[in-house]
């Protein structure tokens, strides 16, 4: 078994100008006996300088991401700006046709696939060639996602903490470049599976984001990342300084997710009524919401409770629960 990608491909990250191509991941079916996965990849190249890596559809049900990105990839001229942008709008292509998290092909959810395995399903090949090929090319990353379908956000960008302290202060002020409402610093990882603790382990400046959710399009959300993307790219000296577009709407609200503490889960399975809204500041103890038994009314619905004060950022769109289901969670003021 070897270590090097199956993946290949006939754009030149090296040539200047505009590259519109794919991404050939073979994958050998019955319709299609020597057939490949073509993921789009536009590369955009101006002569040496710093390399920005933009992606969307790591999870296919996210689509303000998606959107941003095919028009930035038509929308950038290599004429206007310095270095190299890289974008995959449909990192993992399967899901993003089909609209849904993980690849219908192995079930397998991309952003729990880092570093991924060049011999194994096509998701950890897609997670690999990121991680082994796309990721050492870049200074800058931005994986751009949203709630998808169960989740509901109310949107931000976000960076995760990682080790190196100089990573992290240069993560935090791309950040704050971005330019969105709310600055969300993930201080907590359940899983180390992510393309953001990958992109940190490389070396990179990463930037995450939930721009909206429950399987539809906010239309703030696109602008959001429209906008934030032209400030991340000055902020990067991939375009000139002069076309940043500022805040979206008012500085940016830092604030951190750092515990468990911050989830609430769903302790049964039922029909779940919440009681706080996105946005809602609540304390410690307060009831987050009721879970019904339609099939019993005579038994009383389960109260669940948040476990600590912060504001709501993250709810479940869906309102069937099963017990384990997160369905909602808190940011807090970030501390520093
Ligand atoms: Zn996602």
Redesign the pocket.
Known sequence: MSNASKIWTRVDYERDGKQHGWLQLPHSVTRSAYGNIALPITVIRNGKGPTTFLMAG??GD?YEGQIALCKLARDLDPGQMTGRVIILPAANLPAAMAGV?VSPIDQVNL?RAFPGDPDSTPTYAIAHYIDTVLYPMADVHHDL????SSLQYLPFASMRIGSQPELNRRALAALQAFGAPIGLVWAYSPDARLSSVAAINRGLVALGG?FGGGGSVSTSGVRMVERGLRNLLAHAGNIPASQAVGDFAGPTRLMEVSGRDYYVYAPERGLFEPAAELGDEVRRGQVSGYVHFVDNPGRVPQACHFERDGMVICKRHYGLVERGDCVMHLATEYAG
């Open positions: 790591n999870h996210e998290r952003n996602h949203s709630g998808g939930e």
